[in-house]
């Protein structure tokens, strides 16, 4: 099949940027969208044009690097699947293709469609953590943990922290990024003694890092590679709020 | 230079135990004084840089990637070994060590993997403390599987996702201590050199890859923790970024490379369905717990939808070989079986190039939802990739790269040729032979870092004495004056072939040649080949741009000028051994029925390679392997 792509290029976070249109020709529907993306950079490259900046590293939907928005949706708006994931059997021959980067004030633009998405890690430094040293933990069975609590806390940790919750957002907020390492870890024995000071820390650091706040629209689930559920953000209010009426 | 693989004397079991009694400590108010650069965030590095800031060193941290979390060990699916006899179906630590040993076809060191099986139980426990979602139970406890290699149950896991959980609480741990001021983090930054100084690492160049200025870092010591080369077959698992350029620029800093041409190739991965494909995607090897592999008994049958071929011509051919290991027999033996029928026209899918993994029977036995439990994710993966529903029809899978057991030559504590360059994980040569098994790279990456680079780098502090490294110093300069030189050059050439191109016509070379089997007169062809294919890359690439900001063109060729230099050194180790053993198959070296033949009379050592400079031969150093424990069997899974 053969595409028209409109894809942001912007030299940097100073200069302005600006649609651009390229055409992908001979596209096949076995291709990964980004190795689509690949076959437009080689001819760029051989043409002594500057290829698109993306980007992108496991390419299995796995390590959370990939972040484009793909006709106005992070990922392309296919169910639990990641930019890398997404095939051109979902696309149509003679189509245009809109291709964006993360928008939102915490993400700054470093070129063309990569972002810097370091506020994520800060917030993860704030408290998304168990405080244990190397050494000295218990026998793993020690402390049986409830199957349903191991399960849901899983449901949780499988967060890959690529940002497509915030871009969503018409508040950019990153309410289901957090929501998702509090419950991963609240969830848990292990994770109990902080309960509170971490659900405190880390909104607490979402807020600094110039997020927007939650009004529960759900487009963040809706994006969501891993389908992370809303549910968690009502456990993360919870665990805020018995925090906060602590005085913590 | 003679080898010291400073394993220490005494009982196999005892001897580790004895050895951190040996190690010299450094006194808790004086760590602070030490700084410590590691390079690479996944396993091994950020259980090692976490652990060293929590002991107190000041620690500084680089990535590639634009955050600790994405390093690659988070694709690891399937699990983690531990001899922890919860299923008390007969493990220990002895049938850990023995496994490991004997898959890696008796060539790895017998003290290293003695070491790995007694810490593996620490791994798990560490890792429940962290918050890792393990598998559990209903009555809580932690609930285990099997894997390839193994007649017992002893893998933990966090559904398909077991690596992503495993580095998340490492890289957990590694924030808590970029928050208490103990680690520094350098995202986006990776290493072009290292620096030696008298003789010792202290320091190294390394380029920020959103500013691309190239910036100078000293360091009392230097800890590799950049994982494998698999990406020198431009087609593999590994993660686009992964690449041997640290491991590679220490080698030709003095740093041996060992046993190269280990390579392991992945039996269960979805099969190319392109010239345009960039990577390939691994299927764990978990799902050979409940899915049969076969092919078609008749070449005629193989175009047949699979479902109307009846039983009876259909060849579960890794049953009929391998009765009492069947579809979990170790990784090179199912890939090279799968190898042998594709080769024999019995391949199925596009091209031929497939075999079944069929789920039919477990589905019936254990119904649709527990199918969906335990591989959910991996069946999603593989309809997402392919359009197909392996539900209602068999996988298709075939061999890849997926991993590579040689690396930089490390003795038992972990240290390289050249002293203060500590090498962890899949970087290092160390523990997993000519073969690995299953579940055993997560287990490697975080004893390396969690238990014992803590103890053996404090040792080298306290014993080697060596004055405070400044970035002011030449030997800094000149690095970094010779990185800035290897950056201009690839801008300048303005050739007609892309990076990209050339790395593939190099990755299919290598494919072919050096690949799931070898033979004298390929390799030789190879070795012929690649010196012209590296002198057409520098001939004839083509990067655009400059070296200011993101130039991921730039980038790129950088990586792959390596690989133009790695693969001759992996053509020449597999030429040089002249046996199969585990991933190395030697076509001339076989057992009339295709089993590896391993020649422990000439070979049973580790081959560590020095460089001597460019254009000269590299040189061959021995060590032998020794086995004070273990007898060198013939490996049978039959």
Redesign the interface.
Same mark, same amino acid.
């Given at each position: 099949m053969n595409l028209t792509l409109k894809v942001w290029r912007q $030299?940097?976070g100073q200069t302005p940027g600006r649609f651009e249109t390229y055409e992908a020709k001979n596209v096949?529907e &076995?291709?990964?969208f980004?190795?689509?993306l690949?076959?437009v950079n080689?001819e760029?490259?051989?043409r002594? +044009?500057?290829?698109i900046?993306f &980007?992108? &590293?496991?390419?299995?939907?796995?390590?959370?690097?990939c972040s484009l928005v793909i006709n106005g949706v992070p990922h392309g708006g296919h169910k !639990?699947?990641a930019t890398c #994931?997404?095939?051109m059997?979902h696309f149509k021959d003679g189509q245009t293709i809109t291709i964006e980067p993360w928008r939102a004030k915490a993400f700054p633009l470093? $070129?063309d469609l990569?972002v810097?998405?370091?506020a994520?890690?800060r917030i993860? +430094? @704030?408290g998304?953590?168990?405080?244990?040293?190397? %050494?000295g @933990?218990?026998? %793993?069975?020690a402390?049986?943990?409830? $199957?349903e609590a @191991? &399960?849901r806390?899983?449901d949780a940790? @499988?967060c890959? !922290?690529c940002g497509a919750c915030v871009a969503a957002c018409k508040n950019a907020s990153a309410m289901l990024f957090v929501a998702a390492k509090v419950s991963?870890?609240n969830l848990?024995p #292990?994770?109990h003694p902080e309960k509170d000071r971490r659900a405190l820390a880390m909104v607490r650091q979402m807020d600094q890092e110039g997020f927007g706040a939650c009004t529960v629209t759900g487009s963040c689930e809706a994006v969501c590679p891993k389908e992370i559920s809303l549910s968690f953000i009502a456990k993360l209010n919870r665990d805020y709020g018995l925090a906060a009426l602590k005085g913590k | 230079m003679a080898l010291d693989s400073q394993i220490p004397s005494g009982p196999l079991a005892q001897k580790w135990d004895k050895h951190r009694f040996d190690l010299k400590l450094v006194n808790p108010a004086n760590k602070r004084k030490f700084e410590v650069l590691v390079v690479g965030s996944g396993l091994a590095g950020a259980s090692a840089a976490a652990s060293l800031a929590e002991l107190g060193y000041q620690v500084k941290c680089f990535c590639f990637q634009d955050s600790p979390r994405r390093a690659h060990s988070i694709a690891a699916q399937g699990g983690i070994n531990a001899a922890k006899n919860y299923q008390n179906d007969g493990d220990s630590i002895y049938r850990l060590f023995y496994d490991t040993i004997k898959g890696g076809d008796f060539r790895a060191r017998e003290a290293n993997v003695y070491r790995l099986a007694q810490l593996s139980g620490n791994i798990i426990d560490q890792c429940v403390a962290q918050g890792v979602p393990f598998a559990r139970e209903y009555g809580g406890l932690l609930a285990n599987r099997s894997f390839g290699g193994a007649q017992v149950s002893r893998t933990f896991y966090a559904r398909g996702q077991t690596g992503q959980q495993l580095l998340l609480g490492a890289y957990q741990a590694l924030c808590r201590q970029v928050s208490l001021g103990g680690v520094q983090m350098f995202p986006r930054t990776e290493m072009l050199d290292l620096v030696v100084i008298n003789g010792h690492a202290k320091g190294l160049i390394a380029r920020d890859l959103v500013s691309g200025q190239i910036t100078a870092h000293a360091g009392d010591a230097v800890v590799l923790a950049t994982g494998g080369y698999g990406n020198v077959f431009f087609l593999s698992t590994n993660a686009k970024g992964s690449n041997a350029t640290a491991i590679w620029r220490a080698y030709k800093r003095g740093a041996f490379l060992a046993n190269p041409c280990y390579t392991q190739i992945h039996p269960t991965c979805i099969p190319v369905s392109g010239e345009h494909q960039s990577k390939l995607t691994l299927m764990s090897e978990s799902l050979r717990n409940d899915g049969r592999v076969w092919v078609p008994k008749r070449k005629e049958d193989c175009a047949k939808p699979p479902g109307s071929i009846p039983e009876s011509d259909r060849d579960y051919y890794l049953e009929r070989k391998y009765p009492s290991f069947g579809n979990l027999a170790p990784r090179d033996i199912s890939s090279r079986a799968a190898k042998e029928v594709c080769d024999e026209g019995r391949g199925v899918g596009p091209g031929g190039m497939g075999v079944y993994l069929d789920f039919a029977d477990a589905i019936k036995r254990l119904g649709i939802n527990v199918i969906r439990e335990r591989y959910g994710n991996l069946f999603d993966m593989y309809e997402k990739i392919t359009g197909e529903n392996a539900y209602e029809v068999p996988m298709r899978i075939y061999p890849a790269v997926h991993y590579t057991m040689g690396g930089t030559w490390v003795d038992y504590n972990l240290m390289s040729t050249i002293p203060g360059l500590f090498v962890l994980g899949e970087a290092n040569f160390s523990d997993h032979g000519a073969n690995r098994l299953g579940a055993s790279a997560l287990m490697q990456g975080l004893a390396d870092g969690y238990f014992i680079i803590p103890y053996t780098i404090g040792h080298y502090f306290v014993t080697s004495k060596q004055p405070k490294p400044s970035t002011s110093q030449p030997e800094f300069k000149q690095a970094q004056q010779q990185v800035e030189a290897q950056l201009n050059r690839l801008l300048s050439i303005r050739g007609k072939r892309t990076a990209l191109s050339l790395h593939r016509e190099l990755g299919k070379l290598l494919w072919e040649k050096c690949g799931m089997a070898r033979n004298e007169a390929g390799l030789k062809q190879a070795l012929a080949r690649i010196p012209e294919l590296r002198e057409e890359f520098w001939k004839n690439l083509t990067v655009t741009g400059d070296s200011a900001g993101i130039n991921q063109a730039l980038e790129y060729a950088n990586r792959v000028a390596d690989y133009m230099e790695f693969a001759e050194l992996m053509c020449l180790d597999a030429l040089h051994r002249r046996e199969s053993c585990g991933g190395h198959f030697r076509e001339e070296f076989q057992t009339p029925d295709h089993e590896a033949q391993r020649d422990d009379e000439h070979f049973a050592y580790v081959a560590a390679w020095e460089y001597k400079g460019p254009g000269q031969a590299p040189v061959l150093h021995k060590e032998p392997l020794v086995y004070e424990e273990v007898h060198m069997s013939t490996r049978s899974y039959k």
């Amino acid at each position: 099949m053969n595409l028209t792509l409109k894809v942001w290029r912007q $030299k940097d976070g100073q200069t302005p940027g600006r649609f651009e249109t390229y055409e992908a020709k001979n596209v096949l529907e &076995d291709m990964s969208f980004l190795e689509m993306l690949d076959v437009v950079n080689e001819e760029l490259i051989e043409r002594g +044009q500057e290829p698109i900046a993306f &980007d992108s &590293d496991c390419r299995e939907g796995i390590c959370g690097m990939c972040s484009l928005v793909i006709n106005g949706v992070p990922h392309g708006g296919h169910k !639990g699947t990641a930019t890398c #994931q997404l095939h051109m059997r979902h696309f149509k021959d003679g189509q245009t293709i809109t291709i964006e980067p993360w928008r939102a004030k915490a993400f700054p633009l470093l $070129k063309d469609l990569i972002v810097n998405r370091s506020a994520f890690d800060r917030i993860i +430094q @704030a408290g998304g953590f168990v405080s244990v040293n190397t %050494g000295g @933990a218990p026998d %793993g069975n020690a402390l049986p943990v409830p $199957k349903e609590a @191991a &399960d849901r806390s899983m449901d949780a940790a @499988a967060c890959i !922290g690529c940002g497509a919750c915030v871009a969503a957002c018409k508040n950019a907020s990153a309410m289901l990024f957090v929501a998702a390492k509090v419950s991963h870890l609240n969830l848990l024995p #292990q994770g109990h003694p902080e309960k509170d000071r971490r659900a405190l820390a880390m909104v607490r650091q979402m807020d600094q890092e110039g997020f927007g706040a939650c009004t529960v629209t759900g487009s963040c689930e809706a994006v969501c590679p891993k389908e992370i559920s809303l549910s968690f953000i009502a456990k993360l209010n919870r665990d805020y709020g018995l925090a906060a009426l602590k005085g913590k | 230079m003679a080898l010291d693989s400073q394993i220490p004397s005494g009982p196999l079991a005892q001897k580790w135990d004895k050895h951190r009694f040996d190690l010299k400590l450094v006194n808790p108010a004086n760590k602070r004084k030490f700084e410590v650069l590691v390079v690479g965030s996944g396993l091994a590095g950020a259980s090692a840089a976490a652990s060293l800031a929590e002991l107190g060193y000041q620690v500084k941290c680089f990535c590639f990637q634009d955050s600790p979390r994405r390093a690659h060990s988070i694709a690891a699916q399937g699990g983690i070994n531990a001899a922890k006899n919860y299923q008390n179906d007969g493990d220990s630590i002895y049938r850990l060590f023995y496994d490991t040993i004997k898959g890696g076809d008796f060539r790895a060191r017998e003290a290293n993997v003695y070491r790995l099986a007694q810490l593996s139980g620490n791994i798990i426990d560490q890792c429940v403390a962290q918050g890792v979602p393990f598998a559990r139970e209903y009555g809580g406890l932690l609930a285990n599987r099997s894997f390839g290699g193994a007649q017992v149950s002893r893998t933990f896991y966090a559904r398909g996702q077991t690596g992503q959980q495993l580095l998340l609480g490492a890289y957990q741990a590694l924030c808590r201590q970029v928050s208490l001021g103990g680690v520094q983090m350098f995202p986006r930054t990776e290493m072009l050199d290292l620096v030696v100084i008298n003789g010792h690492a202290k320091g190294l160049i390394a380029r920020d890859l959103v500013s691309g200025q190239i910036t100078a870092h000293a360091g009392d010591a230097v800890v590799l923790a950049t994982g494998g080369y698999g990406n020198v077959f431009f087609l593999s698992t590994n993660a686009k970024g992964s690449n041997a350029t640290a491991i590679w620029r220490a080698y030709k800093r003095g740093a041996f490379l060992a046993n190269p041409c280990y390579t392991q190739i992945h039996p269960t991965c979805i099969p190319v369905s392109g010239e345009h494909q960039s990577k390939l995607t691994l299927m764990s090897e978990s799902l050979r717990n409940d899915g049969r592999v076969w092919v078609p008994k008749r070449k005629e049958d193989c175009a047949k939808p699979p479902g109307s071929i009846p039983e009876s011509d259909r060849d579960y051919y890794l049953e009929r070989k391998y009765p009492s290991f069947g579809n979990l027999a170790p990784r090179d033996i199912s890939s090279r079986a799968a190898k042998e029928v594709c080769d024999e026209g019995r391949g199925v899918g596009p091209g031929g190039m497939g075999v079944y993994l069929d789920f039919a029977d477990a589905i019936k036995r254990l119904g649709i939802n527990v199918i969906r439990e335990r591989y959910g994710n991996l069946f999603d993966m593989y309809e997402k990739i392919t359009g197909e529903n392996a539900y209602e029809v068999p996988m298709r899978i075939y061999p890849a790269v997926h991993y590579t057991m040689g690396g930089t030559w490390v003795d038992y504590n972990l240290m390289s040729t050249i002293p203060g360059l500590f090498v962890l994980g899949e970087a290092n040569f160390s523990d997993h032979g000519a073969n690995r098994l299953g579940a055993s790279a997560l287990m490697q990456g975080l004893a390396d870092g969690y238990f014992i680079i803590p103890y053996t780098i404090g040792h080298y502090f306290v014993t080697s004495k060596q004055p405070k490294p400044s970035t002011s110093q030449p030997e800094f300069k000149q690095a970094q004056q010779q990185v800035e030189a290897q950056l201009n050059r690839l801008l300048s050439i303005r050739g007609k072939r892309t990076a990209l191109s050339l790395h593939r016509e190099l990755g299919k070379l290598l494919w072919e040649k050096c690949g799931m089997a070898r033979n004298e007169a390929g390799l030789k062809q190879a070795l012929a080949r690649i010196p012209e294919l590296r002198e057409e890359f520098w001939k004839n690439l083509t990067v655009t741009g400059d070296s200011a900001g993101i130039n991921q063109a730039l980038e790129y060729a950088n990586r792959v000028a390596d690989y133009m230099e790695f693969a001759e050194l992996m053509c020449l180790d597999a030429l040089h051994r002249r046996e199969s053993c585990g991933g190395h198959f030697r076509e001339e070296f076989q057992t009339p029925d295709h089993e590896a033949q391993r020649d422990d009379e000439h070979f049973a050592y580790v081959a560590a390679w020095e460089y001597k400079g460019p254009g000269q031969a590299p040189v061959l150093h021995k060590e032998p392997l020794v086995y004070e424990e273990v007898h060198m069997s013939t490996r049978s899974y039959k």
